[in-house]
């Protein structure tokens, strides 16, 4: 009897992205009942703004409105970051946030995407638009077909005033141009909460 080939299960980035705003809800909520006598566990000053510890997260307030953060700056100092790269985001009314769709695990990439593309805009008034570097399904470690309804931009697309973050996967963590092109290379899910972090103190003056 021939055996039937199985077939891989096909799953949408929308679906990651909903799987892991749970699992960050769930770790919210435990992370809450756990503090829930002591909202504030530390205050650190910074460069003349004051940032408390709230729920294992910083906060700091930059006229009169209150932003959250996973690092706080001193945790950033020593990340190999362009002054010139950072410059060119924050000066831009749109930036291009590209990758190559193969990531091993899509799903930090895939939240952070959400966050360029509604949370960032909303509140910090930068325009990040998603894309990718070529429009195949690829398939993840896990097995599953992954797709990208997302217009394709390369660095080759970078100049003007439209600059193009490329987001690889590598063994060491940095933001710095190649040409006109702001490359980010991370070796984790949490280097890009850091590159996030970095990029939007930035915009709001807290650190240079």
């Not at 809800?25 to 435990?30: A, E, G, R, T």
């Not at 193009?164 to 980010?184: F, H, K, P, R, W």
Request: glycine share 6%; proline share 4%.
């Amino acid at each position: 009897m021939p055996l039937q080939k199985s077939k891989r299960k096909k799953i949408s980035p929308k679906t990651l992205i909903t799987g892991l705003i749970v699992f960050l809800m769930v770790s919210s909520i435990l992370g809450i009942i756990s503090n829930r006598n002591s909202d504030e566990s530390g205050r650190l000053e910074y460069n003349g703004y004051d940032f408390s510890l709230v729920n294992n997260r910083w906060q700091v307030k930059v006229d009169g409105q209150t932003y959250t953060f996973d690092y706080h700056p001193t945790e950033l100092e020593n990340l190999n970051v362009s002054p010139q790269a950072l410059a060119k985001i924050i000066t831009s009314p749109i930036v291009y946030f590209t990758f190559d769709p193969g990531w091993k695990d899509s799903s930090y990439l895939d939240l952070l995407r959400l966050q360029f593309d509604t949370t960032i805009p909303a509140k910090y008034g930068i325009q990040f638009v998603s894309a990718v570097t070529t429009n195949e399904t690829v398939v993840d470690y896990k097995g599953r077909e992954i797709s990208y309804d997302l217009p394709i931009v390369t660095c080759q697309d970078a100049g003007g005033m439209v600059p193009v973050i490329y987001a690889v996967e590598s063994n060491e963590t940095s933001m710095l141009l190649d040409g006109q092109c702001i490359v980010m290379s991370v070796s984790s899910g949490n280097d890009l909460w850091r590159m996030r972090d970095r990029i939007l103190y930035t915009y709001l003056g807290i650190m240079v």
